[in-house]
């Protein structure tokens, strides 16, 4: 009998030592961030308060501090796009001339001053970007790798957009074009009829609430609803609106506090373009979507923290909340895997956004490993206070 123990004995700490740390925690910096973007091959770009911004090449074992962006002192860099390990861009985020668009093509140690959001009134809570391909420019081939995007932010009245004669507050959505042999630097203007109803906005807690399945189509998660925009074509002054639909989340976002923080898709889960029928109106296109959020002054609260669609064009509530206020969600397509992570915890949902479960630190984990993160580009999570952690890949493999 006692042979029998020790040998269970032996197997069982045989198995903990097998059990590696979830996290690799770090605090290259004191300050708080709330962009994080993986380009792969070791390369990643944090960005974050004062005009903070950093750089790793090798999967995050070293962070490089960036020179700080001219006159950016004090902006709050809550987006960052980045390409490789030189050139990048990076959004910050406030009231009028406070949200603004850099870029670095030296591996940050000079930036330039692209775009500065033209309406005073305005706030920049998003950005999305890519290297641009044939259906973006069809009519220039580019000497230079050309970058595009869009730049979404809360309701304002575009006195900057010609097209806009009416007093009624609006989404900014603009595209942009940049390091382009074929043309300068341009800021489109934006998008109009994107009106927001009485206190409606949207959260630039983690730069996930825009989405650009193409070149012309851009999804955007209001705190109450996802709006599908499609573009036709522009004009020298507005973009001409092919179709936009929305979806309501049911979480709740009754209080300035409340709703949707972020939004994820499986990309391989969008449905096809249907063709336009104008007696129907517009058709929402199906999807894997997840959504979640809450309410940040009452990050312990769970009651509606996500919702998920499950493939078609309207969003449900989970049947298994995470466990609070959850300010980014990201797909891991290897294991088939959501996650997202908060103020006071990370879940992860293995059945598309139905049920939520806690993702706890190991014994070889600090017990707060999971907790005080705004902003995911897996592996990496970025908090309050420099905080940086790298999710190892067995945290995710399914459990037998």
């Known amino acids: 009998m006692r042979a029998h123990l020790l040998a269970a004995a032996l197997a069982t700490l045989a198995l903990a030592a097998t059990v590696h740390a979830q996290w690799t925690i770090q605090t ?31 999967a995050g074992y070293l962070w490089q501090r960036c020179t700080i962006p001219p006159n950016a002192e004090h902006l709050d860099f809550r987006g960052i796009q980045a390409f490789d390990a030189n050139t990048a861009i ?120 825009l989405y650009r399945p193409g070149p012309t189509i851009s999804w955007l998660a209001t705190a109450r609803e996802l709006i599908q925009y499609e573009t036709g074509f522009s004009s020298p002054s507005h973009y001409e609106v092919f179709s936009v639909c929305g979806m309501d989340f049911p979480i709740h976002h009754t209080t300035p506090s409340q709703g949707v923080f972020s939004f994820a898709v499986r990309p391989e889960s969008i449905e096809n373009p249907k063709p336009y029928k104008v007696s129907k109106g517009p058709h929402c296109r199906k999807a894997d979507i997840v959504a979640v959020g809450g309410d940040y002054q009452k990050p312990d609260d769970r009651t509606t923290t996500a919702a998920f669609t499950a493939g078609s064009d309207k969003f449900q509530l989970a049947q298994t909340m995470p466990g609070g206020y959850r300010s980014a969600v990201a797909y891991d397509a290897p294991t088939k895997t959501w996650i997202t992570v908060g103020p006071n915890g990370t879940d992860i949902s293995t059945d598309d956004g139905r049920n939520w479960r806690p993702l706890h630190p190991t014994n070889n984990d600090a017990p707060d490993a999971d907790q005080h993160w705004n902003a995911l580009s897996l592996p990496y999570a970025v908090g309050p206070h420099g905080r940086i952690g790298i999710l190892n890949p067995s945290a995710l493999q399914p459990r037998n």
């Open 90 to 209: 990076v959004m910050s985020s406030g009231p009028g001339d406070q949200s603004r668009l850099y870029k670095t093509i030296d591996g940050c140690q000079t930036w330039t001053l692209l775009f500065t959001n033209p309406d005073k009134e305005g706030f920049w809570d998003s950005i999305k970007a890519h290297t641009v391909g044939p259906l973006d420019q069809p009519n220039c081939t580019s000497s230079t790798r050309a970058i595009t995007g869009s730049i979404f932010g809360d309701p304002a009245i575009h006195r900057s957009n010609a097209f806009d004669k009416v007093n009624i507050p609006s989404f900014y959505l603009a595209t942009f074009t940049i390091s382009s042999s074929c043309s300068p630097d341009r800021l489109n203007a934006s998008a109009s009829a994107i009106f927001s109803g009485p206190g409606e906005a949207s959260f630039a807690a983690s730069n996930s609430v």
């Open 28 to 58: 290259p910096t004191t300050a708080d961030l709330r962009g994080i973007d993986n380009v792969g091959k070791g390369i990643a770009w944090a960005s974050g308060t004062n005009g903070t911004v950093l750089r790793t090449e090798d």
